[in-house]
T-cell receptor
Framework: DAKTTQPNSMESNEEEPVHLPCNHSTISGTDYIHWYRQLPSQGPEYVIHGLTSNVNNRMASLAIAEDRKSSTLILHRATLRDAAVYYCILRDWGNDMRFGAGTRLTVKP | SAVISQKPSRDICQRGTSLTIQCQVDSQVTMMFWYRQQPGQSLTLIATANQGSEATYESGFVIDKFPISRPNLTFSTLTVSNMSPEDSSIYLC??????????????????FGPGTRLTVL
């Protein structure tokens, strides 16, 4: 499985945008980029995923570099409820979902 | 989507005993997964469980320690056998929901249960 690298932690102010980076320099052409988050005392939940093009949904946006060696999860207006560990995961055909260490996001009021 | 419940939500057990964790899904799913999350750590995949076949275990996990049952398309159990304090973790059940009624794919979404917090004394 291709490896991802994320900062251990990040801080944001409430109601400001947050950009969570993920490096995946060994990504293959068929790896999908998934983002999940784990709120305190809960199981992980799906945030967004993409292959090559940028993606938007009601929760977030995913910006994928042209060479696909990095991506950024964008929370447009962070709320206190967005405080969680965010996981960037690569998944290819036939592979299962495997989690790295993730980024712990702290949102300050 | 899928809604997953787990029982028990937490338990405190004595070393040497076994605990069976139940996972119930509100819809039929082919693939179910069991993860472990040790204190302060990320999730580690224990095994995948297909209905009607033996579970497939990841490196470092064996059937004798973590037997899994998958009797139908909405239910699975994970047993933590002969427990030691090192087994104290959160155990999470997960399912993969297929997109567009096709088979497994890397763009499918996974849903997770709330976890079972196990403490072994």
């Amino acid at each position: 499985d291709a490896k991802t690298t994320q900062p251990n932690s990040m801080e944001s102010n409430e109601e400001e945008p947050v950009h969570l980076p993920c490096n995946h320099s060994t990504i293959s052409g068929t790896d999908y980029i998934h983002w999940y988050r784990q709120l305190p005392s809960q199981g992980p939940e799906y945030v967004i995923h993409g292959l090559t093009s940028n993606v938007n949904n009601r929760m977030a946006s995913l910006a994928i570099a042209e060479d696909r060696k990095s991506s950024t999860l964008i929370l447009h207006r962070a709320t206190l409820r967005d405080a969680a560990v965010y996981y960037c995961i690569l998944r290819d055909w036939g592979n299962d979902m495997r989690f790295g260490a993730g980024t712990r996001l702290t949102v300050k009021p | 989507s899928a809604v997953i419940s787990q029982k028990p939500s937490r338990d405190i057990c004595q070393r040497g005993t076994s605990l069976t964790i139940q996972c119930q899904v509100d819809s039929q799913v082919t693939m179910m997964f069991w993860y472990r999350q040790q204190p302060g750590q990320s999730l580690t995949l224990i095994a995948t469980a297909n209905q009607g076949s033996e579970a497939t275990y990841e490196s470092g996990f064996v059937i004798d320690k973590f037997p899994i049952s998958r009797p139908n398309l909405t239910f699975s159990t994970l047993t933590v056998s002969n427990m030691s304090p090192e087994d104290s973790s959160i155990y999470l059940c997960s399912v993969e929901v297929y997109n567009n009624l096709r088979d497994r794919g890397p763009d499918n979404e996974q849903f997770f249960g709330p976890g079972t917090r196990l403490t072994v004394l």
